[in-house]
């Protein structure tokens, strides 16, 4: 079948839409004051991530917290003790192709998290009272609103009711699995 320009025009639909994304990877040492003077690190983990996210702008800000947990010996490597806190964080991720025509009111932030806050070296100062922890991170956010899609329609000049397929004359097959 050949269209010929006049059989295309268009129509212009609302939807929502992903408007813009970006990502963000990051590495951020933190203090950990333990009870006891620590002699020597056994393990590091980080859990109970949390977060929320709002635009600001051009970018996304994305606020969370997370728990430190820092095995650690004291007292001559002859006792062990678990120090654990509570951090918080605030990153800025900028937006790629900010959809400028996406209806602000509409906007929601969805953040992906692509990698856990995970530790990746826990030391002990060189006065021996705090613990240096480095974690990494990396998150993803995406802006979906509303915006319009301009889409192109055609009426096919030869269209017969009869190219059309009635419900009963779709055949049902069953797939043996």
């Known amino acids: 079948m050949v269209l010929s320009q006049k059989d295309l025009s268009y129509r212009e639909i609302m939807a929502n839409a992903v408007c813009g994304r970006g990502s963000k990877y990051s590495q951020t040492t933190y203090t950990i004051r333990p009870t006891n003077r620590p002699s020597t690190i056994g393990g590091c983990w980080v859990m ?6 709002e635009l600001v702008g051009d970018y996304v800000e994305v606020r969370g917290r997370f728990d430190i947990n820092v095995w650690y010996s004291y007292n001559g490597n002859s006792e062990t003790a678990v120090a654990k806190d509570t951090v918080s964080y605030v990153e800025q991720i900028a937006l790629r192709d900010l959809d400028a025509s996406c209806v602000r009111d509409s906007r929601q932030v969805e953040v992906r998290v692509l990698q856990n806050p995970n530790c990746l070296d826990a030391t002990v100062t060189g006065n021996g009272s705090e613990i240096l922890v480095r974690v990494e991170k990396e998150l ?3 802006v979906i609103g509303q915006t319009k899609l301009c889409v192109v329609t055609c009426e096919p000049s030869g269209k017969k009711d009869d190219d059309y397929l ?7 097959v069953e797939i043996e699995s």
């Open 48 to 53: 109970n991530h949390t977060y929320d996210a």
């Open 140 to 142: 993803g956010v995406e």
């Open 166 to 172: 009635e419900e009963e004359d779709v055949e049902e």
